[in-house]
């Protein structure tokens, strides 16, 4: 057992306490041996299936299932026809997936910074963005929380840009009462094991168009189509397909989706529990002086995904660094999400630079993410409170 280093005594919990997880139940389990018993492992009856429920679960017309979020992102900006030359405006605060999408086309992201309350992306810095190069937006549900859609939207239409939101965080969120999903050209969910529901490794992308969906399709299996109304060329047999353009093999399986179907049945309830628990942080910890909590948008029910602290460091007596490893002694699993893409090494030797976004930059140095998962028990949820308050007093400045 470890003991905290700040006093000698024991740690907040015996256990390590994780700052996210899936939850696996026995029916979940059961859906995945029946697909292991059955004929088809991958390229199946339950990928189409598992697409149609996340699609009509969203409120979107189509789904295209893949192997990861990342894929989906991929395949979101090569069937939006971006190129190189081309200009894409992505949220700096995110993982790097949502810019690295861009980067695989050949075209070039262009971070905007986010809201100072939200931490979403900023609607103005967006516009301020635009060239003549741009040909799109990648706007991301930061914690699970939307985006401001409709302003988005409207930024979009008068520029001629396509629109894909990053909504690995969200699935099952609501923007103005819907959910999100359908509500621009593309929408990405995730199924990582940390996210809403998972299928071990796996996303999709939504959206109402069919030119876009027919394009992903193709994308997704090495750019084969089987379909014979889709054929350029005459048909020569039975066994014919047609490779019509350059794709990759960014199928799912049939397993992943048997998990995902289950997995879908009990969103609902996993929200509700993320939220339960968020509002438990949120009544406790606005009682601890040095803390500052993400704003809540009113127009929006926010899928919850993960939880992010903000310390008022000049009311401590040391940085973020030490009191995150304090934390960490005291078995509580925090996290960072995310750093600014740009201040990798990787974009550094792109000729991105530290202070594009300093609103983003400042979030960086700040914040901690604190666990945050279904499977947490009201203990689990007391513990990291406490071992919160513990460390924060001991290095409180005032």
């Not at 059961?30 to 969203?58: D, Q, R, S």
């Not at 930024?155 to 894909?164: F, G, P, R």
């Not at 039975?238 to 397993?255: K, P």
Request: with cysteine; glycine share 8%; proline share 3%.
């Amino acid at each position: 057992m470890r003991k905290l280093s700040i006093n000698g005594g024991e740690p907040t919990r015996e256990i390590f306490l994780p700052y996210g997880k899936q939850k696996i139940d026995e029916e979940d389990i059961e859906e995945v041996i029946k697909v292991l018993k059955g004929n088809f492992l991958t390229t199946g009856p339950k990928v189409e299936k598992f697409e149609k429920a996340v699609a009509k679960y969203v409120g979107a017309k189509y789904g295209v299932a893949v192997c990861n979020g990342t894929a989906g992102l991929h395949m979101a900006c090569a069937v939006c026809g971006f190129k190189k030359g081309d200009e894409v405006i992505v949220s700096a605060m995110t993982f790097v997936a949502s810019s690295n999408c861009v980067l695989y086309t050949g075209a070039t992201p262009v971070f905007a910074d986010i809201d100072e309350d939200t931490y979403l992306i900023d609607v103005e810095d967006i516009k301020r963005k635009i060239t003549k190069k741009t040909k799109g937006i990648i706007c991301v549900d930061y914690t699970g929380q939307p985006v401001n859609i409709n302003a988005i939207n409207e930024i979009a239409k008068e520029n001629n840009l396509y629109v894909i939101e990053d909504s690995a965080h969200s699935l099952g969120a609501e923007y103005k009462g819907v959910k999100v999903g359908g509500l621009v050209d593309c929408t990405m969910f995730s199924f990582h094991p940390v996210k809403p529901i998972t299928t071990g490794e796996g996303g999709i992308i939504t959206t109402n168009d069919y030119e876009l969906y027919k394009k992903m399709k193709m994308f997704r299996s090495h750019g084969v189509t089987k379909e014979e109304d889709e054929f350029l060329e005459e048909k020569e047999g039975l066994w014919s397909y047609e490779q019509q353009t350059l794709g990759y093999n960014y199928r799912i399986t049939d397993i992943q989706c048997g998990l995902g179907i289950s997995q879908l049945k009990k969103i609902d309830k996993f929200i509700e529990r993320r939220i339960e628990i968020s509002n438990t942080y949120e009544e406790e910890l606005k009682k601890i002086d040095g803390i500052k909590l993400q704003k809540q948008k009113g127009d929006v029910k926010s899928g919850r995904h993960i939880f992010i602290i903000r310390l008022q460091l000049n009311k401590f007596k040391v940085d973020k660094k030490t009191i995150f490893e304090s934390l960490i002694k005291e078995n509580i699993g925090v996290n960072v999400h995310y750093r600014p893409v740009y201040l990798n090494p990787y974009y550094k030797q792109l000729g991105y630079k530290k202070g594009m976004c300093p609103k983003s930059e400042k979030l960086y140095d700040e914040m901690i993410t604190i666990p945050l998962h279904v499977g947490m028990e009201n203990k689990d949820v007391l513990d990291v409170i406490n071992g919160l308050k513990k460390v924060l007093e001991f290095y409180y400045r005032g």
